[in-house]
């Protein structure tokens, strides 16, 4: 095991040291993008104000929430660091038959696709909330640990994980169905529901309850365990249970997705 | 010599959406499709020896690309065996892909907007090439390419040609055992065509590294392979050596005759099937079995100033074969 994470992290490092010299060398790109997603930052920092000052979370005090809303903006912003170009890639790779390419190397076909080159400009953003996280904790004297901090860490590599394994799930439609671009996005397009405690939406249906509850914990139980907050043991279950669950369903839907890859004609 | 490919009764079917066309079809096809069966390789057999150079040449859709893209596991079949270094290709296990190369004409591996030396290291990490052994591959292949003056070059900054070879050495860094080549030359000039032949030839020679190659270009399988696997329509027509093709397809010779005095187009039909006639120069189809005597007739009564007996074009016969037509 530590032999092949070695050999994933060799690999992934090798693939962002080239992804980041490509991104630096087009300096206009890099530098339009990176404008564009500070101010996107900035915009998301004046919608959480007007959020916090009109609504009430019970459960959550004001520096609460500002750790839980930049934990949203840090989540946010790696996720598409790591994801973004993979998943936008992979849909057009596999409808054109490009992906033949990294089917054929000796390494996993997963990780290859999703991981591709990070982008720059989204790291920077979310390093940005990082800053404004520590503000927060400064600002509102709220108390945290060494062991608060690695859970926080912990915790949201986990999200990161549940995340990745649900975009697996979609992409995995496209060798089936052929060419579904739209799916390259829809792990991003349901962020509104994890940039709420979790807890708020315990009070709906069962339904909700079953597809929107998973997902807002992606953010409440990191800044949850950076505030070393109690989690009730439903939610804890619940998270735990997404991640094993969706751990082991997309790596079987990946598998036999592959099966279906019919390349294209050349 | 053993066999380090073994195709035993391949299949590779396809269902296929047919839409209706407009947007009547569109819609319609939102609630009932039609499929079909495409039959892209329909029971191909084959072994392939360790250092054989085969080419695999039909025309488009003949299912040529299909099968190289089974062997090199990027596709399950519908039916059949097949073993690649005794390995079953689609189990897709890392010590079989470290063992080969699949180089796609139409399709590429390198990053478009940095130096190809960047999609190299990539590579010799995903293969896990040692350090020195890189090296020394790297030289002898920028060496036998002549491309050390633009390694360093963005490759979309970099001709057809050569982002060709950087493809050829982003696929061979690991020192395949295997090369599956699908149209390597598809849009080079004559003379990058020439270059990348001889390459292959040399990479084949040096390395006793087996080669399938897929090409459209008759000068690539004319010049680089001495087995063919001739397929159309998902199955194999031929296989075997290049010039038994002549013996088995070619059922007629070409005779041109250039005449020292002035003959009538018409008094030569009863020769053969005129196939060119330009005075002073003609080009009779005549059957082998009759060819000789077609020659002595035109001797004894024409006024010859030469004559020659040939066989038809290589890429006359295959043409032929695939048309399904006669070859007078």
Not at chain 2, 13 to 37: A, C, M, N, W
Not at chain 2, 192 to 203: A, H, L, P, S, T
Request: glycine share 6%; hydrophobic share 45%.
């Amino acid at each position: 095991m530590p032999v092949q994470l070695k050999k994933h992290l060799k690999i992934f490092l090798a693939i962002q040291s080239a992804g980041m010299a490509k991104d630096i060398q087009l300096r206009g790109n890099f530098t339009l993008t990176l404008i564009g997603s500070l101010c996107y930052f900035y915009l998301h920092l004046i919608s959480f104000k007007l959020i916090i000052s009109r609504f009430h979370f019970p459960g959550w005090d004001t520096g609460q929430l500002w750790i839980l809303l930049f934990t949203f903006e840090i989540f946010t912003y790696l996720a598409f660091f790591f994801f973004w170009r993979g998943l936008q890639l992979t849909p057009k790779e596999i409808g054109t038959g490009t992906f033949d390419v990294l089917l054929s190397k000796p390494f996993s076909s997963r990780f290859l696709a999703f991981f591709r080159n990070c982008s720059l400009h989204n790291l920077a953003s979310a390093i940005f909330g990082a800053v404004y996280l520590v503000l927060t904790i400064v600002k509102y004297q709220i108390h945290t640990t060494p062991t608060g901090i690695i859970l926080y860490l912990i915790t949201l590599a986990g999200s990161l994980w549940i995340f990745h394994c649900i975009s697996v799930l979609f992409i995995c439609l496209n060798f089936k169905y052929g060419f579904l671009p739209g799916t390259s996005g829809v792990a991003f397009e349901i962020q509104e529901i994890y940039k709420y405690p979790a807890t708020i939406f315990s009070s709906s249906g069962f339904l909700i309850r079953l597809l929107v509850i998973p997902l807002s914990l992606l953010t409440t139980i990191p800044a949850a365990s950076l505030l070393l907050k109690p989690i009730s043991f439903p939610l804890l279950t619940t998270y735990l249970s997404s991640l094993i669950i969706l751990s082991i369903w997309s790596q079987y839907s990946w598998s036999s997705a592959l099966r279906h890859y019919s390349s294209a004609s050349s | 010599m053993s066999s380090v490919i073994a195709v035993n009764k391949l299949k590779k079917y396809y269902k296929v959406h047919q839409k209706e066309p407009g947007l009547t079809g569109s819609i319609k096809s939102l609630f009932s499709r039609k499929y079909y069966d495409a039959k892209a390789v329909d029971g191909v057999s084959f072994d392939i020896d360790e250092g054989e150079l085969v080419g695999f040449i039909g025309p488009n859709g003949a299912g040529k690309t299909t099968t190289l893209k089974v062997l090199s596991g990027l596709l399950y079949p519908t039916f059949g065996h097949v073993s690649v270094l005794g390995y079953t290709p689609w189990e897709r296990k890392p010590e079989f892909q470290k063992q080969f190369s699949l180089v796609m004409g139409q399709k590429n591996q390198l990053w478009w907007d940095l130096p190809a030396i960047e999609s190299f290291i990539l590579n010799k990490e995903i293969y896990e090439v040692p350090d020195a052994q890189y090296k020394k591959t790297l030289d002898e292949l920028v060496e036998l390419l002549e491309v050390a003056d633009i390694l360093k070059v963005q490759v979309r900054k970099l001709s057809l040609g050569q982002r060709m070879k950087m493809e050829l050495i982003a696929a061979l860094i690991h020192s395949p055992r295997i090369l599956f080549l699908d149209e390597p030359t598809i849009g080079l000039d004559v003379v990058m065509q020439k270059k990348m032949r001889d390459f292959i030839k040399e990479y084949n020679r040096r390395y006793t590294a087996t080669v399938i190659l897929t090409s459209h270009y008759m000068d690539d399988v004319k010049e680089l392979c001495k087995r063919i696997i001739i397929i159309d329509k998902g199955k194999i027509l031929f296989d075997g050596a290049l010039d038994e093709i002549i013996k088995k397809f070619a059922t007629h010779k070409l005779l041109t005759v250039v005449f020292g005095k002035k003959v009538e187009e018409s008094d030569l039909a009863a020769i053969g099937q005129i196939k060119e006639f330009e005075f002073p120069k003609a080009v009779i189809s005549v059957k082998r079995s009759t060819a000789s005597l077609a020659a002595a007739e035109l001797l004894q009564n024409f006024p010859v100033a030469d004559l020659n007996i040939e066989e038809p074009q290589i890429e006359d016969i295959i043409r032929e074969v695939f048309t399904g037509r006669d070859l007078a």
